[in-house]
């Protein structure tokens, strides 16, 4: 009976599916040691400023957080030369992307981004039953050319990943700048760029210098990824005060936990962790670039902190060989790409075993004979 009063869209819904945690996957198959490679973590741990910061947080606990987070705008308002008033925190930058459609979503509106990208572009239009037209990837990257020609007056917000996840590819600036100055003003263009402070391109955009020209953009950052905070979630979202005001209307109230809040504000100090996360993550990337492309097995290079990985046959395949040998990796169906696994770039360490455990793995799965 109550289920019935349930929109028929809420059933449609496929609700997000993470990995499972290292302590699970130990327990059931009996395991020691278990690397986790799949969700693109830092794998240096938390920034070591922000948990001495948490630390001296934790005993304010009973109060409430700053609602606005006052500080942590200040902070990112200084290191990035942009008014504060244009800043939006949420509870990761996923909560932004859930805000976006909130706030812009009419019924009948459409949402435009690629195939084979995040999956939360796709779940910000199930939520409220919006249409996602996708279009294809090319090359393995976000193709912006044939999205400017999908744009009709239904579209109200499109989704772009630079770089993409999980191909790791990146527009760059020439190709972005034709987009961006093709797009309508009324419709939003959120450019996603989770995963910037890798990328090493000297031709890799910075959404933020097209701000002046664009109150239409939406820049979304995170501190998940190389400021290795993913745990307590904290993203933000850079634009236009008119538009940071509506983000600000539909958040939740207190959004941004007391020491999610204190942790970014430290872990923006700590120059040190990120540079040497950067560090890591370039000898990392080589390492791996080197291997698959010695092994002649078919990957996607990557400026971002992982790697795709196109086998012949189903991901899953290669993933429980490998989880058994305690190494979890991403399997791409849930992307779009079923014949492919995704590898989140370790210390040195961590991708020689991977290196080492792939290699048998892929043998047994019959990979080379494709
Ligand atoms: C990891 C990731 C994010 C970050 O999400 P949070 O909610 O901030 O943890 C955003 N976009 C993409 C494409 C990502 O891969």
């Known amino acids: 009976m109550l289920l019935e009063n349930v929109p028929a869209h809420i059933f449609r819904i496929k609700p997000y599916q993470p990995g499972k945690p290292v302590a699970e996957v130990k327990r059931e198959l009996g395991l020691e ?23 001296r947080k934790i005993t304010d606990l009973n109060y409430y957080p700053e609602d606005s987070s006052y500080y942590l705008r200040q902070k990112l308002s200084e290191k990035l030369s942009i008014d504060p008033a244009m800043i939006c925190l949420g509870n990761g ?27 939360m572009y796709y779940l910000c239009g199930a939520y409220m039953d ?13 193709d912006l050319e044939a999205l400017a020609e999908q ?14 996840n999980p191909t790791g590819t990146y527009v760059a600036q020439p190709a972005w700048e034709r987009f961006i100055s093709r797009v309508p003003p009324g419709t939003l263009v959120v450019l996603d760029e989770a995963y910037s402070e890798y990328v090493p391109a000297p031709d890799y955009p910075d959404g933020i210098r097209y701000l002046p020209d664009h109150p239409n953009l939406l820049v979304l950052r995170t501190f998940s990824k190389i400021y290795g905070l993913a745990g307590i979630r904290v993203g933000y979202g850079i634009g236009a005060p008119g538009l940071i005001d509506i983000l600000n209307r ?6 941004n936990n007391a020491l999610g809040q204190e ?14 996360s950067r560090e890591v993550n370039r000898e990392g990337l080589e390492f791996m670039h080197d291997f698959f492309s010695r092994h002649e097995i078919p990957f996607i290079p990557s400026v971002a902190n992982f790697v795709a990985v196109l086998l012949s046959g189903p991901g899953e395949d290669v993933f429980n060989r490998m989880q058994r040998l305690g190494i979890i990796v991403r399997p791409l169906r849930s992307f779009g790409i079923p014949d492919a696994v995704r590898v989140t770039v370790g210390q040195a360490e961590e991708n020689r075993l ?13 990979g080379g004979s494709r």
Do not use: C
């Open 151 to 164: 744009i009709t007056p239904a579209t109200r917000i499109i989704f772009i990943a630079n770089p993409n």
């Open 354 to 366: 991977f290196a080492e455990t792939f290699l048998r793995v892929w043998r047994e799965a019959g």
């Open 93 to 119: 930058s996923s909560e932004i992307i859930v805000n976006v459609g909130r706030a812009f979503l009419k019924p009948g509106d459409e949402i435009l981004s690629s195939e084979k990208s995040f999956v």
């Open 263 to 276: 942790a970014a504000v430290a872990a923006l100090d700590d120059t040190e962790f990120v540079t040497r």
């Open 250 to 255: 539909v958040k939740l109230p207190f959004n």
């Open 33 to 55: 040691t278990v690397v986790k490679m799949a969700s693109n973590e830092n794998p240096l741990g938390p920034s070591p400023l922000a948990v001495q910061a948490i630390g």
């Open 130 to 142: 919006n249409k996602v037209v996708q279009v294809p990837l090319k090359d393995y990257r976000f």
